[in-house]
């Protein structure tokens, strides 16, 4: 060692022009001296020095390993495992060798101090599958690996034969030193685990051992193999030595201190007994400490590699995303170049034919306004002349017969539906919400022609109609409230109970600033599955009216409340009478003027519709 040293120092201080590698040989080779020396400062500078001149791949793993081996002199731990660990990535990356297995035999014997056997298995097959490609040289390593080998598969898998089939196989060619005496420690250590006490006693009586460090927990197998076998004069002997002697023992150690201690006081001698115990336990929770945090310690390393990695893949992910992204960037927009033109041509081809159909749908629209108006007009004329000519009849005619009578009260009715269908037909023709003209209306004017309008009807079936509180003013278009209201109390005329008058409720209540139009009648009432569909347009099924109709009225009702934003309730039951409430909103209406006097009307957004609300808490008294 002191040659190599020399030359390295003559290398470093010739003067002359030197390359890379040999300088980093040399503060590689002073490195270890330093070391080997326990001068760790000095070591710290020529390893600084190797860090300067470490440039390829072989070289970055004999620093790390070199920066391992200092850190464990600084007992840094953390250190130390973190610097191996990178050497064994770079080894494992690169596939190169190192016939000294330094980062294999250090992780290995970290692993089965901290009892993580299946780890150190790793770092031991690691060794043997290079073994396998001729390249080791030195017996000894081998050796060494192999009573490892046999250790770890009796923690690991209890495998007593094949572990003595291998150390028994290393003894008889192996001559007596360190390494020797650490087989025969192993070997005893698998023997006692196998309660073969006596085997364990002739092995020793006629084995000549090295002095050695592992001599010492040979003893310690020794004294408890005594005390198994009940000579406790023996086993004093050998627990002793072993306890008083301040070398390194392994971690199996507090049981010695338990037979020892049982000893002293099988002689009675109990205050030594305790102090033993007691030693015996504080070394033992030292040692559990200690091998406890150096799992939690590798579990940190391992966890900080992980971190790393994930970061890394993270990077490089991150970046792969972000050339894809700019690439589909890059390519849209040249799509989108190409096809503009050509999209810029069909949207003023689009603009043009939307302009002509609105023009033709204008058209459309005024010539079925005044077809529905003249159509509405000559209608009327001769459904009034067959009602008046029946009416003649009816009066001229006095002795007509039961069914003749009938006949004329259905022509009646029929054409008394028909000016109602041919009214609300011109009714739905002419709304239109841009020609609607509001105002402030009062109540008490909109009823008093809804009962004008509806005069023969009312008087002909005797109704009762009972006003309250109509001294309320609202806002909208008079003749379509007075539409809107007059459809609701034919509604109830048209449902009313045959066997007892329809009376009818009209009042008013005033909740939370809006205005609501209560009407509530005694006729027979709406099943509650029919309550969603009575607002759509000819939804007259299974209403067992007293007259006939095609189911417009309440849908045009329901438009003249979308027109005017008015939510209506309904409370009804069967056979139990029905309460419409209709609820002039001033906080929608507000907001309506304002979207008018903005003229921003959306196009995306659909006109609102009248809302059905549950009903609210007003009950009259």
């Not at 396998?132 to 046999?150: H, M, R």
């Not at 077809?371 to 009416?391: E, G, M, V, Y």
């Not at 139009?517 to 569909?533: A, S, W």
Request: proline content about 2%; aromatic content about 10%.
């Amino acid at each position: 060692m002191d040659i190599s040293v020399n030359k390295a120092l003559e290398t470093i201080n010739s003067g002359q022009k030197v390359s890379d590698k040999l300088l980093f040989s040399a503060y590689h080779i002073l490195s270890l001296d330093q070391i080997i020396r326990n001068n760790p400062d000095f070591a710290y500078n020529y390893i600084a020095k190797c860090n300067d001149y470490a440039s390829n791949a072989y070289q970055k793993y004999l620093l790390y390993t070199l920066k391992g081996l200092y850190f464990k002199t600084k007992s840094d731990k953390v250190s130390e495992l973190s610097y191996y660990f990178k050497a064994l990535e770079i080894k494992q990356h690169e596939h190169f060798i190192d016939h000294f297995h330094r980062v294999e035999l250090v992780l290995m014997d970290h692993y089965l101090h901290t009892r993580n056997y299946i780890q150190a298995k790793k770092m031991n097959d690691a060794f043997f599958n290079y073994c396998n490609t001729g390249e080791v040289k030195s017996a000894q390593l081998i050796d060494y690996f192999l009573t490892q080998k046999a250790f770890i598969r009796i923690h690991l898998y209890q495998d007593y034969k094949k572990a003595d089939s291998i150390l028994d196989k290393i003894i008889t060619h192996s001559k007596p030193t360190t390494l020797n005496s650490s087989i025969y420690s192993q070997k005893f250590y698998s023997l006692y685990l196998q309660k073969r006490y006596q085997e364990i006693i002739n092995l020793y009586s006629k084995t000549r051992l090295a002095n050695s460090p592992h001599l010492i927990d040979i003893k310690n197998i020794i004294g408890k193999t005594y005390y198994k076998l009940g000579d406790f004069e023996n086993a004093k002997h050998y627990l002793k030595d072993f306890l008083e002697t301040e070398s390194p023992k392994n971690d199996d150690y507090f049981d010695s201190y338990l037979m020892y201690s049982d000893i002293l006081k099988r002689e009675e001698n109990i205050y030594n007994a305790y102090n033993i115990l007691k030693e015996g336990y504080l070394k033992n929770q030292k040692t559990l400490k200690t091998r406890n945090d150096n799992s939690l310690l590798l579990l940190e390393i391992e966890n900080s590699k992980k971190q790393e990695k994930i970061k890394y893949t993270t990077i490089l992910t991150k970046w792969q995303i972000l050339t894809i992204i700019i690439v589909s960037l890059f390519i849209f927009l040249l799509l989108v170049l190409w096809q503009r033109q050509k999209l810029m041509r069909k949207i003023i081809l689009n603009k043009r034919m939307v302009e002509l159909k609105n023009i033709q749908l204008k058209e459309v629209n005024e010539n079925l306004e005044k077809f529905a108006q003249i159509a509405s007009h000559d209608l009327k004329a001769p459904i009034r002349t067959i009602d008046q000519l029946t009416t003649f009849i009816e009066e001229d005619e006095k002795n007509l017969s039961d069914d003749t009578k009938e006949n004329i009260k259905a022509i009646h009715n029929s054409t008394k539906g028909a000016q109602i269908l041919i009214m609300n037909m011109l009714a739905l023709a002419k709304m239109n919400d841009k020609n609607i003209k509001r105002r402030s209306c009062s109540l008490q004017n909109i009823f008093t022609i809804v009962e004008q309008n509806l005069y023969a009807e009312i008087h002909q079936a005797s109704i009762t109609i009972h006003y309250n509180n109509l001294d309320q003013k609202v806002h909208g278009n008079e003749q379509l409230l007075i539409q809107m209201f007059q459809n609701f109390i034919q509604n109830s005329i048209k449902y009313r109970k045959t066997e007892i008058p329809l009376v009818i409720h009209v009042y008013t209540k005033v909740c939370k600033g809006n205005t609501i139009v209560y009407i509530k009648d005694n006729g027979i009432g709406i099943k509650k599955e029919k309550l969603k569909t009575i607002f759509e347009a000819f939804s007259q099924d299974e209403f067992k009216s007293l007259e006939k109709g095609v189911g417009l009225g309440l849908f045009i009702t329901r438009k003249i409340a979308s027109y005017h934003n008015i939510s209506i309730t309904i409370d009804s039951k069967e056979n139990d009478g029905t309460l419409i409430g209709v609820i002039f909103d001033k906080k929608k209406l507000k907001k309506r003027k304002e979207k008018k006097s903005s003229n921003k009307r959306s196009l995306l957004k659909p006109r609102t519709t009248s809302s059905f609300m549950p009903f609210p808490k007003i009950i009259p008294k």
